[in-house]
């Protein structure tokens, strides 16, 4: 079973940048979307980026889009998040995840199968 494994993250001032890294270890990963979710406590995960295996897709949800961006390279099995002009909203438990079928929806958590640890990311005021 592909396990993902996660580095970056942690503390930065506002309008600072930081990169996020998710790596397959064991077997490599599948041909599915990879996503990067976001969790602060007490609520639920949310969506944050997804890229899809064969056209390299991109989606970004709103609050994201235009400062965060999301790659893939198959060729490590590696998954990246760029995150660039960092909001105090931005601070949350960050998540990476592998979407285990074509056609579930890239927006839910029950649609993805094996998940990052996750790794804090801090935005200060």
């Known amino acids: 079973q592909v396990q993902l494994v996660q580095s970056g993250g942690g503390l930065v001032q506002t309008g600072g940048s930081l990169r996020l890294s998710c790596a397959a270890s064991?077997?490599?990963?599948?041909?599915?979307?990879l996503a990067w979710f976001r969790q602060i406590p007490g609520k639920e995960r949310e969506f944050v980026a997804a890229?899809?295996?064969?056209?390299?897709?991109?989606y970004y949800a709103d609050s994201v889009k235009g400062r965060f961006t999301v790659s893939r390279d198959n060729a490590s099995y590696a998954m990246y998040l760029q995150m660039n002009s960092l909001k105090p909203e931005d601070t949350a438990v960050y998540f990476c995840?592998?979407?285990?079928?074509?056609?579930?929806?890239?927006?839910?958590?029950?649609?993805?199968?094996?998940w990052g640890q996750g790794t804090q990311v801090t935005v200060s005021s």
């Open positions: 995840a592998q979407k285990k079928d074509w056609s579930s929806s890239l927006y839910y958590t029950t649609s993805y199968t094996n």
């Open positions: 890229v899809t295996w064969t056209r390299n897709t991109l």
């Open positions: 064991g077997r490599t990963f599948s041909r599915y979307a």
